[in-house]
């Protein structure tokens, strides 16, 4: 199995409990994808 890594750069809108609101400038990554935030990613 290989995996490909793709970078879509987004911004945390807002978070509020377990659910968090990132946007993004170019497209959206596929469903089910982790989402990583802060700077050692």
């Not at 199995?1 to 596929?30: E, H, K, Q, Y």
């Amino acid at each position: 199995m290989s995996v490909t890594a793709i970078a879509n750069l987004g911004a945390v809108a807002s978070v509020r409990g377990s659910v968090v609101d990132v946007r993004f400038d170019g497209p959206l990554p596929p469903i089910y994808s982790v989402l990583r935030a802060g700077t050692e990613n």
